[in-house]
């Protein structure tokens, strides 16, 4: 009797053991999964704002009716199975010059694909790190330099390709008083141009290596609170954004050390804000410096300028169940 009472006893630990590493197993899956889905959403978000901007950049050599970025995120692979992501992100930029036929000249034409790999699994204190190809052009097919040695920037060519390996981590914090929370979001980056092919005349003094980093403070509120259609449901969205970019230029730079800031230096601050009735749409009001000015073929110029219009991306703006 005690050896069938034995045996008894090792045959049922052994069932308790194999049932807990299968909800362990389970409940390992589960969040794996959670965090897949999740981390899908923080790409989107943590990409750059579309925006539209009368004035343009204010301060700039030459002036402008109006500006525009318009820039998108396709998720092509953003599945809870996989901690890999893969997106293909356009990106264009007009300057509409204040001149009589109200020119572009030269757009801005970035397209490229980015792929994502998630390092944790909280997505409230996440890491990531993204590996981008992009491919920069401006549709002209003229001489990049004009006849007397200058950059030829009303219909010279301008062509690069680059590669930008980043670290992205952040940090979700509530204030449960109000069911307001905000996030701190940073990302360290790196950025690589030569391994391809480029115009000739960017030889001239191009940023080819830049060290990237961009920190990027949001908060979240509950808004509609008076809505007869809540049903039990709040709706949180992200009213203001506070960014700051920063990147410098490594590589020689002809005539230029690498302490000459003002060639190799460009930097923005820019604060983002969404009234209640908003859905995703900001107010944008930016100050920054261009060492050299991204967009294509003016990189010879360098100045500061403001920039003020409405900006837009993919916002956390969703709504939630009060137990939640």
Known sequence: MKRYLLLFLIFSFCCIKIFAQEIDK??????????????????????????????????????????????????????????VAFAIIPDFTVRVRNEFSAGVRTPSFRLGGSLFARLNPNPNHYKYAELAFTHHSNGQDGSARNEDGSINTKTGNFNANYLTLSYRFGNFTPIKSDESYYSLNQRFGFQWHKWFRYEPVLDDG???????????????????????????????????????????????????????????????????????????????????????????????????????????????????????
């Open 26 to 83: 389970d409940s390992l899956l589960l969040k794996r999964e959670t965090a897949n889905k999740e981390y899908v959403n923080l790409y989107k978000e943590n990409a750059d704002f579309a925006y539209t901007s009368p004035g343009g950049e204010i301060g700039a050599p030459t002036k402008y009716v109006i500006n525009g970025r318009l820039t998108t995120t396709y998720m092509l692979l953003g599945s809870y199975k996989s901690p």
């Open 206 to 324: 191009f940023g080819f290596t830049r060290l990237l980093y961009n920190v990027s403070f949001r908060k979240y509120d509950v808004i509609e609170k008076k809505s007869k259609i809540r049903n039990n449901f709040k709706q949180e969205k992200e009213t203001w954004r506070l960014n700051t970019e920063i990147s410098y230029a490594v590589n020689k730079i002809p005539e230029k050390n690498i302490w000459n800031a003002g060639k190799r230096l460009n930097a923005e601050v820019n604060f983002n804000y969404s009234f209640p009735f908003m859905n995703n749409v900001f107010l944008l009001a930016a100050v920054g410096y261009y060492g050299e000015d991204n967009y294509n073929i003016y990189f010879k110029d360098n100045y500061s300028y403001m920039r003020f219009g409405l900006a837009s991306g993919f916002l956390r703006n969703r709504s939630r169940h009060y137990d939640n």
